[in-house]
Structure formats: C-alpha cells, structure tokens
C-alpha cells in the first residue's frame, strides 16, 4: 500500500496508520511549511495515546506529569461522563508548549485526522509556542517538564513525610488563589535549573535539621524593638515589603509567618505552574486561530499539489468545518465566541488584506494593506501580539460586518439589556474596543491585591480588591475564598472593596466576621 | 524525523489516585447518596455500580469571582439579525441575567458519575462497623480451586506428567523403529565373537557388514531421541469456582403501623447485610419476603418495604408461612435456610408461646441461621441495652436463643449495632456449611 502511494505521490491512501506513513507525512508537511509559510519550529516528539489516556492528560490540566490531588480526580470523571455519554467528543490532539514540543495523537484517529493533527499540532502551535513574545518571555519551555518532574517527586516526598492531609490542605488553599498567583506586569525569574533547586532544597532542609527551640526562649530584649516598632511608618513598611503586591501567592510563600520550608516549596510550586500557563490564557484566540490557519492552508496546499486524495480531503474539510462552528448568540448551541473560528477568520482577513485590499481597508490599515506579504504579515502578528492586542489592532470592519458583532450593555441594576452598537460605521471602533477588552484577562479578572501588613503588630493581612465598573465579588466564593488565605497567612485577613475610580471603599469582610 | 513513542502500553489509570483522594473527600456525602439508594433499591441491587451524584460540599474549589448580578459590563455577540443601537431586549428570567450573556457554562458542580462495586461496598460497611475480615469476605467474589482436567502439550516442568510422557515415548519410538539396546547388544555380541574367531574372507565381509549396521543403527538411536519434547504431557489444571450450594432467605417483617421510615431502613440493611453474606457463600440465592400482621402473606420486595397494611400482630403466622414455604419450595437437604426476622417486638399476647413451639419443634430444625433484631427507639437503648426484660416476642425468643445455637437476637437503634447479631455468622463460617 505505501508502494502504491508513494507511487502516485499521495502521501497515504485509506484509513489505516503507521509509523512510516505518519513520519512520512510529518516529514512532507513539515516540509512545506518551513518553504511557504516560514514557519520555525521546535522538534517535535509524537506520542501515541489511547482515549482513556487522553482523559487523564485532560484531568491534570495537559500536562504529563503532574503531582496528585484529588481536584483532578473530580475533573477526570467529569470529562469522563462527557465523554461516555458523547457529550463531547475528546481531542483529537494534545499539544504541550516544551522543547521537543511534545504531541499527543489519539490512537483511534484515521491517517487523514492524523495528517491534519500533525499540521495543526506539530507546526501550528508549536510556531506560536517558539515565537510567540509571551511564550518567550514567560515560559521556559526547555525546563518545564523537568521542573514538573520535581514538583512531583516533591510533592509525593511532602505526603510521605507530612500526610498526605497536611499537603492537601496547603495545595487546596494554593489552587483557590491560582488566579492571584501571576506576575501581571513584570517577568518572573527564570525557571531554575535543576541543580539550583536542588541547592535550595539542601538549604532548606538544613534550616529544618539545625533548628533549634532554644532560641525561642530568649528573653526579647526590651526598649530596643518598640521604638523599632513607633519609627516604622506604614510607608516604610510598604517599601519593606514591596508593597502593593499583586501575586498573593508570592507574597505569601515570601512573608506568611507560620509556614514551614516544605509548605513555602508547595506554594511555589503551585504559582509556577499558574506563571506557565498565564501566556497561553491570554493567546487564546491566537494560539488555536495560527495552528486552525496553518493546517488548513497547508492541507490545501498539499491538496493542490497532489499530495492527498480526494477522500481523505473531505475527511479533513469536514473535520475542520466543526472545529470551526459558530453559532449565533440566540441559536441553542451558543456558548460564547469560538476562538479557533475567530482565529482562523481573523488571519485569513489579513491574509486578504495584504493581498486584495478595498478602499475600506486600505484606509483602516495603511500599512498592511495590499502590501502583498502576507505570510510575514501573519508572521509578524503572531510574533508580537496577544488576543487583546491582536484584535484590537486587525479585526476588520469586513470582519465584523461577516459576524454581525453588536455590543450589549448589560447593567445589572436595569431589567433590560441595551444594544449600544452594531456593524456600522459608528460601531466598528466600539466593537473592536469590547471584544478586545473582553480577551484582556488583566481586565477581566478581579484585580486583588496586597496593600497592608503590619508585621510587627497584629499581623493583620488587608487586601484590596479594585472593583471596577461596580462589578463586585461573588459572596460565596469570596468568603470561602478568604478561609484559604487566611490559612496560608495565620492571621486576620480582610478583603476591601475600592472602587478603581473613586479610591472609596465600598465594603469590607474580613476573617473574623466569616469565622473559621 | 519527529521521534515517535508508543504510550498505549503505558499503564491505564493513571489518575487513579487522584479519584481515590477525590471520593475519599467526598465520603461524608458520597455515604449518604448510598444510603438512599440502598433505602430505596432493591436487596439484590445494593452491590452492583451505583450512579452518584456529584457531593458539592467538601468539593468545591472556591476562588475569586465575579458577581453576575453587580456592576456593569459589556458582551459582544454575533449574529445580529434585527437589532439596532438603542434597542432593549428584557433581561430573560429571574436567575440573576444569565440567558443569553456569555460565558455560562454548564457547572461542573452538578454532573453524576458511576461508583464502582467495590467504592459502594467499602461505603456501605462503614457504617456497620464491619471489622476488616469481614468486609475482605463480603467483598470477594467467588473463591476457585485448581481441579485437574485432562493433560495439556504446554505447561510448567513441575506439573509434567510422567506416565503419560513415557506412554507417548514409546509408541514414538515404535512408530519410528528406534533401534532397541538389545538389538546393538546381539550385534556387538556377534562382532565380538567373529573378531575373536581366525580371520577369514567370509568373517571378514560379515564384520565389515556388521560394523557398517552397528553404525547405522547407532545414528538412527541418535537421531530418533528417547523422549522427545513432543511426548512430553503436563497435568492441565481448570481453576473452577468452588461449587456452592443453594439457599434462600427468609425476609420476616412485622409491617403494623408501629414499624416507621426509621424502623424498615434498619430492618432493611440488616437484610441486605444478610443477603451480602449469602450471596458470597452460595452460587443462587433465593430471597422470601413473608410480611405479616395478624396474618402473613409472600410478598414481592416493593410490597414489602413500601406498602403498608394495618392490622394486629401475630407473629406465629408469620413462622408457620415460613413452615409451608419450606415444606413445600426448599426441601432443607437441596436448600441452605436462613432467616432474618425484623420487628418492634409487639406481638399479640398469648401468640408468643405458639412461636416458640414453632421454632422450638420445627422451624430451627431446619433453619442454618435464624437472627431476629428487636428495632427499638435511640432513647431506649439505654434502658433496654442488657436487660432480658422486653416485649412478649423479646422474652419468648430469649428461650429459644437459649436451646438453640444457631439462633440470634439483638436489639438496634442504630445500623452499628446490626453487625453484632450476624458475628456468629460470620466467625464460624466452616461449621455452618451445610455441606461440608
């Protein structure tokens, strides 16, 4: 069979895959992209899974390796009743942003799926992950998995030594400030290389070992401290601390006074692997629309030139046309804007512009307009931006015209939505604004942030939540929410309410009016 | 060339430990959903998988989020079709706006999911206070024992069969004219005859011939080997479960008005407990539902725990129903009998001695196991723990426990105390087979 479609020049014929067929046609469509799409690629390892090992892949959050906690227990038999009861359909691919970028292909796919997963997977995403900006600067893609392994291994080693209780505790207060776990604005450090952690970890097990009670009994000596204490303006302390914070998680790992080492390690972990996946939160839109774009350009190209059979090519249409699907907002089936469609029709606007520009686009975009270039047009645009940025710059009013976007205001206090704009000429700029404030997930997430500590007093925690727009926190939730820090910090914790405008504070809870 | 790697062979369940840390969470909740089901189930059913729904308390992941009905915001949608800036398009419902806006996924909070045999077992003896021995023994399925079966071409040198290799052998090496010792023998014996004789052209000619035969036949034993590793036969063993007998269960349930909610959930684990234990010991197993009040009829399991009917109580009617059942569907030398009889211990006053006449002269005889729990209020428990004061039916059964070993009484409030009453049953597993 190989010899007969090798003969022909089809890549594969039938169904059927193997290994040959699928280096093969790695091979060629990695060929095809570095000459007319210049795309630049980690290399790649492909591995072989069944469906049950994909859901496992899915319950602890993609990655192969992941240390154990019975949140993902929860997430696995969610997706695995979706899964039995054909809810959902599983991926047919799993993509890992590392060096080798590793691929995951279902074992039940057909040679044509594995040729479009190949192209999407092993090329698309993987150019995104390699030159992406944030991917660059954010993530560490050649230690990711070694940290993992660590993190692992650790955390197991935190089980045997203190219960597996103990450590659930601190991981469960660790996942509820995830969110609060990121450095928004400024880089974090780069991933430690192996021997580093282990050098910390020796020193903290030393910290553990030399440890002695004795000290504690020392009579503090008097006068000395208390002036300290009176010439320590809260601005001083501020300083001390760094404060304002953003990261709860960092700011607590760093200053919470009853933490022990292992604990402070746990929550490191827990904020790193939040870090490693803040890119890819942001680049949604970009992410799955450069690896949709990329895989059907280049399963078309490969078409054209002979490369795959008639047959094999509906398969792959039909498979993309569902990955694609968009609903309207009143059709059943509407659960928000799809981003591999939103993606996908995105970059293949650009590619229309550069190339066969109208008078409206040539005044909306001068300079990418009829240039002609469209590959380092996209090239460029995957490079250097995220969703918010990508759509707020490139969505055009031909775009929006083809969806039909409108804006909803939506005022909680009114019993009725508003329509404020629609695709015309005064609602374009209006439409882009929203929809790409609503990919902006510095804006779209409660911003809570450390302001206060006085460490030398009541130790009393005062955070701030910056409420914008009057949106507020959830009751529950943040009560349950504030339980965990407060865990993690020992003492009072009081969460305020600040409008962002007005700097007035609208509400304040605190610990000791939730109890517990 | 991307590097390619197999992993369809790498172990299954990988997240299993998570699930187990999961339900070890969600314990508390996942125990009361199963004490439900097994209330409203059939006796049958309790140990097969049961459908759980998602414990949301202890399970949740709280974080920071938005209130949906604060604040102001804006959604952008596609597929306009009619709408123009300035419209208003009323708020759909009550639930704090969620209809059209986006974002509104399906909870992960409320989705149901299969427990296993095992998890639902492992809950329900928690609440026994089974000890672990027995849980192991409950849990088990069916024992096997290796039993011999023929002989198989394949197997582990220890279970090679000789005879049976030697037999094959021989034919083999008839079949295929193997040359006997004693044939090399009387041509040795020969060769060394003729050498010994002076030398002659005929003695010559025959030694030459007789060493030429000796050789070949020395060749062919070679070739043709003594045992062969197509003759060799092993023992082949079957592993067949260890043959069971029969029994049924009687299921006596006083069903007056006096017996409540509270009273047919502890009768009901006690049968279920029961029906566990045979089930595990028996290939079949019956069950009898005999409900009585003044009279006592068979009844199907839905009559017998959701129906009730009013009357008096005699319990001796129950017993002699029993009796003609036994007398006239399970023969006690084809059918292990056991019994559980559940009640408030209200009988009609002079019925008590007919009941002991029936148990006494008839029914024990046949019966493997006879237990009887007394359901008593929780605040009695104290009073009535260790007295063998009681009601009419506790005191009458107290001189049956008495003669009869097989016999067992307890009295419950609550469903740790039905364990006890089966210990017996459970610790002198050997004794009480029937057919050991």
Redesign the interface.
Known sequence: MANQASKSGLLFSGSDWDFKTLSRAYEAIEAIAVEELHLDVYPVQMEIISSEQMLDAYSSVGMPLMYRHWSFGKHFLYQELLYRKAGRGLAYELVINSNPCIVYLMEENTMALQALVTAHAALGHNHFFKNNHLFQQWTDAGAILSYLDFAKGYIAHCEERHGVTAVEAILDAAHALMEQGVFRYHRPPKLSSEKQRDGVRERLEYEERSYNDLWRTLPPSKGENKAGVENLGMAERKKTLNLPEENLLYFLEKNSLILEPWQREIIRIVRIIAQYFYPQRQTQVMNEGCATFVHYTLMNMLFDRGRISEGAMLEILRNHSNVIFQPAFDDPRFSGINPYALGLDMMQDIQRISTEPTAEDRDWFPDIAGNGDWRETLLDAWRNHRDESFIRQYLSPALIRKWRFFVLADTASEPHYEVQSIHNERGYEKIRAALAHSYDIGASRPDIQVVDVDLLGDRHLRLHHNVKDGIMLEDSSRDATLRHVRSLWGYEVSLAAVDAQSGATIHERSTSQIGG | ????????L?P????L?????????AREELKRSIRDQIRTGRIADVDSEHIVS?PARG???????????????????????H?????????PGQGG?AG??????IS?DD???VLSREEVLDLFFEDLELPDMVKLNLKEIVAFKPRRAGFAATGSPTNINVGRTMRNSHGRRIALRRPKQEELDAISKELATLEAEPPSAAARQRITALQEELEWLERRRRRIAFVDPVDIRFNRFDHRPVPNANAVMFCLMDVSGSMGEREKDLAKRFFVLLHLFLKRRYDRTEIVFIRHTHEAHEVDEETFFYHTQSGGTVVSTALEEMHRIIEERYPSNEWNIYAAQASDGDNFATDSERCIALLDGQIMRLCQYFAYVEIIDERESHIFGTTDNGTSLWRAYSVVNQKWPNFQMSRIANAADIYPVFRQLFARQPALQKSA
């Open positions: 060339m991307p590097i390619f790697i197999d992993r369809r790498n299954k369940d990988k997240s430990g998570n699930r187990q840390r999961f339900l070890r969470r998602m399970t949740d992941e709280p974080r920071f989020n938005d209130a949906r009905d604060s604040g102001r915001r804006q959604h952008v949608l596609p597929g306009n079709r709408f123009a800036p300035g419209d208003r398009i009323p708020r706006g059209s806006s986006p974002g509104t996924t992960e989705f149901r999911f």
